[in-house]
């Protein structure tokens, strides 16, 4: 009876999705019969904030979508303030003559993190070492509500590479250099972003980047970068049994986007490969979402710029965020749509594949109920930087954090010692806490923006009779019972963090000295977006933890020394002895690294 009351009800669901479905397929085609060309590549085109020339160009132009890259934010940068510039853009988009809203794309990548006071939660990296879905789970959930609480209603996240190199400056957006990690947690993500596609607290996800990014070799970069969008040599073998399994499993999971990457693959730009959009993703894994290009990625396609569009366009890209500049030596977007519409004309570009690229977004913005919902709620106002989010940010910090030295089991700490010197530059630093992707695109030192470093939550956590002393060059230690040292990489994101050498600083390595001296036990905490290379250092450590970038709540890593929770992290990744180790495969039984995958101690 119980079996077939539930087949009753799953037969049911599935009558209503399908007639959803059809009723949504209804609109978007009698919409589609309406559209001109003209308006087909508006719909098909992206564009950021700060290049839109006039709001007039979005009515005129029937632009499709608009998107805040890294430190594009509104004059009134507050929840208030986003809401209110979303609302102005979405108004102006529905008096086009087809009334379409516009979707709105933001990379808040470790929580809302363009606007100051949002909760920022550790990076990708960090995650990756909890190898807990869960907490995955709830950080997604959490930042898209944020998210929402502006008005923007698509996230560029999750990253799905897998990185094979840590001297790659994007390293730290990635969960692991173990296919399965990533796929587990990928999906994790784009469930707690996604939720209830349509509903309240639901943003769109985006899978990226499509394909490799994780995988370019070194001395191949583009625009002038090391490793960052370079050439990523992949066989078949590889391919299928490595660097596709995520985002078959995203795509099975209703991913509703997906990015392409800059780099070449096998030696051709992604951004240029019909193999890669339109045999793989579309017809193979059959997805159904539309595919994003990446910031100005296809003018990075060898040719001329009219030659750059209708490649790409033919591969299988279906919106490209253009995105307006001419600052970085980018094209403006009135110049791409005049060669988009002569590429048409002169049948460069079928109609055909507008038709399936417009489909496809206006299916995604159908399924993202912007046709009834268009504006901005304040429902999840409250919950910006809330409580209950940090809180969820302060643990995502304590199960991220990998103990993976505590000689004499020095750690945890007594709450009780007479002094503790805290020293180095990350000690009291909120921006390098957070690292790139944070506020603007490149992260920065300092206090941009409210949270807890981790001299605080050492203050606030040992006893009352406890001296607490720092100083960022580690001197004026002599007298303590402990000396506690943070030290690690300044913010970088993208190709700006492309290192050869994975060194320690000048800085790091003179407070260490400092403190090497004053003769007293070292814990040495690293905040880095990858294993830099320590293994002289590290026999001058008693215990050394690596809590990767982990946002504003620094008090979770005071949680860990101190023994409120005992350390749970695993590496998501090896660690190398040395540069020359660079890249390695950690499956390979020669491979002898300072630090295992997975290694990672308790107390």
Same mark, same amino acid.
């Given at each position: 009876m119980k079996r077939t009351i539930k087949k009753i009800i799953f037969i049911s669901l599935l009558s209503s999705i399908i007639f959803c479905e059809s009723k949504i397929d209804k609109k978007i085609n009698t919409l589609l019969k309406q559209m001109t060309v003209e308006e087909k590549i508006g719909q098909m085109t992206q564009i950021d904030r700060r290049f839109l020339r006039s709001d007039e #160009?979005?009515?005129?132009?029937?632009?499709?979508?608009?998107?805040?890259?890294?430190?594009?934010?509104?004059? +009134?940068?507050?929840?208030?303030?986003?809401? #209110?510039?979303?609302?102005?853009?979405?108004?102006?988009?529905?008096?086009?003559?087809?009334?379409?809203?516009?979707?709105?794309?933001? #990379?808040?990548?470790?929580?809302?993190?363009?606007?100051?006071n949002a909760t920022i939660f550790p990076h990708n990296i960090g995650l990756g070492c909890t190898f807990d879905e869960k907490i995955v789970y709830k950080v997604s959930e959490a930042t898209a509500k944020e998210?929402?609480?502006?008005?923007? +209603?698509?996230?560029?996240?999750?990253?799905?590479?897998?990185?094979?190199?840590?001297?790659?400056?994007?390293?730290?957006?990635?969960?692991?250099?173990?296919?399965?990690?990533?796929?587990?947690?990928?999906?994790?993500?784009?469930?707690g972003y996604q939720n209830k596609i349509g509903g309240k607290k639901s943003v769109a996800a985006c899978a990226k980047h499509f394909l490799g990014d994780g995988a370019t070799i070194w001395g191949t970069g583009d625009n002038n970068y090391k490793i960052d969008r370079g050439n990523a040599i992949i066989s078949d073998e590889d391919l299928r049994n490595k660097y596709l399994i995520p985002y078959q499993d995203a795509v099975d999971n209703g991913v509703l986007t997906i990015m392409a990457s800059f780099n070449s693959y096998?030696?051709?730009?992604?951004?240029?490969?019909?193999?890669?959009?339109? +045999?793989?993703?579309?017809?193979?894994?059959?997805?159904e979402g539309f595919v994003i290009s990446d910031w100005r990625g296809i003018d990075e396609i060898p040719g001329d710029y009219k030659s750059d569009i209708v490649t790409s366009i033919n591969s299988g890209i279906d919106m490209i965020m253009v995105p307006g500049d001419t600052i970085w030596g980018g094209e403006p977007y009135h110049k791409f749509l005049k060669l988009f519409k002569e590429s048409v004309k002169e049948g460069l570009i079928k109609e055909e594949r507008l038709? +399936?690229?417009?489909?496809?977004i206006l299916k995604v913005k159908h399924q993202m109920g912007l046709f009834d919902k268009p504006f901005a709620s304040k429902k999840y106002v409250k919950d910006f930087g809330s409580k209950k989010h940090r809180k969820i940010a302060r643990e995502a910090v304590r199960k991220s954090m990998v103990l993976l030295k505590n000689d004499n089991n020095i750690l945890p700490l007594s709450k009780n010692l007479d002094k503790i010197h805290v020293a180095g530059i990350g000690a009291n630093d909120i921006g390098m806490q957070c690292g790139g992707w944070t506020i603007e695109w490149q992260g920065k030192m300092g206090d941009i923006t409210s949270g807890t470093t981790i001299l605080d939550g050492i203050k606030s956590t040992v006893s009352k009779n406890t001296e607490v002393t720092f100083s960022e060059t580690g001197t004026n230690a002599s007298n303590a019972d402990i000396g506690i040292v943070v030290i690690g990489e300044k913010p970088y994101a993208e190709g700006m963090g492309d290192d050869g050498e994975l060194k320690l600083s000048k800085e790091d390595t003179a407070v260490l000295n400092n403190m090497k001296s004053a003769n007293i036990p070292l814990v040495v905490i690293m905040l880095s977006g990858r294993p830099l290379m320590i293994t002289e250092e590290l026999k001058d450590w008693d215990a050394f933890i690596s809590a990767w970038l982990p946002g504003t709540e620094g008090a979770g890593v005071s949680d860990v020394i101190f023994g409120d929770y005992s350390p749970t992290g695993k590496l998501s990744f090896s660690w190398p002895r040395d540069i020359s180790q660079i890249p390695a495969n950690y499956k390979d039984k020669n491979y002898d690294p300072l630090f295992e995958f997975s290694y990672g101690l308790k107390y």
């Open positions: #160009d979005l009515i005129k132009f029937g632009i499709g979508s608009i998107l805040s890259g890294g430190g594009s934010v509104p004059e +009134d940068n507050t929840v208030e303030g986003w809401a #209110d510039m979303y609302n102005h853009f979405q108004k102006t988009a529905l008096k086009s003559r087809l009334k379409i809203p516009i979707i709105y794309g933001v #990379d808040a990548v470790h929580g809302h993190n363009n606007v100051p998210v929402v609480a502006t008005g923007i +209603d698509w996230n560029f996240a999750p990253c799905l590479a897998i990185p094979q190199d840590p001297r790659w400056g994007r390293y730290y957006e990635g969960f692991s250099e173990d296919t399965e990690l990533v796929s587990k947690l990928g999906i994790a993500a784009i469930k096998n030696g051709l730009k992604c951004h240029a490969s019909g193999y890669l959009f339109n +045999d793989l993703l579309k017809e193979e894994l059959a997805f038709d +399936d690229a417009v489909y496809r």
